[in-house]
């Protein structure tokens, strides 16, 4: 890992500089991406702003600031972003101080902010390190979320393109799946949650699925692939379950896909299942009778539980005795159960419950 202090006038950091809606915010002669295209901006308050300005007039010394050298030599703004664009915004004469803009300056004015140093750390190594050396240093400022930190990692083409796909509001995967996933794309959360998607079956963690990914893939020309799997995902699942519900929406459907995609389903009778699931008050989470149709896991739809009252009435009926085992328990030692389980047409209710000791009601269950 190679990381180098270095000064840079304000003059060779205003070199070039652009500011494009779409193409991003650069400077230092073209070479240093400010903004890359399609990442969140954030917009300083005027105060916020007007005191890097000051800060700069009266020669004090702002905080370093990190820039991370990629592999075709040039270089992206780490932290210090803001600092930047406000500092080349006052240059460019977009906004005053105290009615002077920088144009309107004396001359031996306009050289102290030129000749002005910032204080910038250069950092290149590997993925690795890059990605832990970010970490370590994203705790001032605005903070990058996990997908940026990785984002200043791997970029590339590929990259590139994944965000315009990803990474920009109203980009096409919102204008896609807006209704079924949860997030925000220019916070590079949508990214992220397909990047976990299409690679959970590699090992390792959510992190360290998604880096992999982002290695495999970081020289790669175009993010084609990701696309079209994220377009998969989505028209999967709009043909199995073609009634769109609200409870549909912030679902692992990349995750289900991966499970079930290849799978020949039943629409009508997951959608009429579906129908009486919803209208079924012993079902508390609505949201998961969708991986339930699938799974047949009864985890996801929190069967409602019978009150306290029913179960100290069944345990005082029991005298504290387990049906199963015979054994005696004080009552918080056992769990109130459906004698006849609810998948079967059991309720809820006083008539339908007894208190197991915990074992047995776990192997009952089967947990």
């Not at 000064?7 to 240093?32: H, M, Q, S, T």
């Not at 393109?161 to 990474?167: L, Y």
């Amino acid at each position: 890992m190679k990381i180098e202090l270095k000064p840079i006038k304000l003059k060779d950091l205003f070199e070039g500089y652009e500011d494009n809606e779409e193409e991003g915010v650069v400077a230092y002669g073209g070479r240093l991406d400010v903004r890359p295209k399609y990442q969140r901006e954030f917009v300083y308050k005027d105060e916020q702003r007007d005191a890097v300005i000051d800060t700069v007039r009266k020669g004090f010394p702002l905080n370093i600031m990190y820039w991370v050298k990629n592999d075709d030599g040039n270089f992206e703004v780490l932290d210090g972003q803001q600092r930047t664009i406000s500092i080349c915004q006052y240059l460019k004469g977009d906004f005053s101080i105290k009615e002077q803009y920088f144009h309107t300056l004396t001359e031996d004015q306009k050289e102290q902010i030129l000749d002005y140093e910032l204080m910038v750390y250069f950092c290149e190594g590997t993925d690795s390190e890059k990605l832990e050396w970010f970490k370590t240093i994203n705790i001032a400022g605005e903070k990058l979320y996990d997908q940026e930190l990785r984002n200043a990692v791997y970029t590339g083409e590929w990259l590139t393109d994944a965000k315009r796909h990803f990474s920009k509001t109203g980009c096409p995967a919102m204008g896609l799946g807006d209704k079924y996933v949860k997030g925000t794309a220019i916070r590079q959360e949508i990214l992220q949650l397909v990047l976990s998607w299409i690679n959970d079956e590699a090992k390792g963690t959510t992190d360290e699925k998604i880096r992999q990914y982002m290695a495999d893939h970081q020289h790669d020309s175009n993010a084609n692939e990701l696309w079209l799997y994220f377009t998969q995902v989505i028209y999967w699942v709009e043909t199995i379950f073609p009634t769109y519900r609200r409870e549909m929406k912030g679902l692992p459907w990349g995750l289900l896909y991966n499970e079930f995609g290849k799978q020949s389903l039943n629409t009508k009778r997951l959608e009429e299942e579906v129908a009486q699931l919803m209208a079924d008050d012993e079902v508390q989470n609505k949201k998961g009778i969708y991986e339930y149709v699938l799974t047949r896991n009864e985890k996801y739809l929190n069967i409602r539980a019978f009150e306290k009252k029913i179960s100290r009435a069944v345990y005082e009926e029991q005298k504290g005795i387990c049906p199963i085992c015979g054994k005696h328990f004080e009552i918080e030692e056992m769990e109130a159960d459906h004698i006849i389980p609810w998948h079967k047409g059991g309720k809820t209710e006083k008539d339908n419950c007894q208190m197991l000791c915990m074992k047995c009601n776990r192997t009952k269950s089967g947990k």
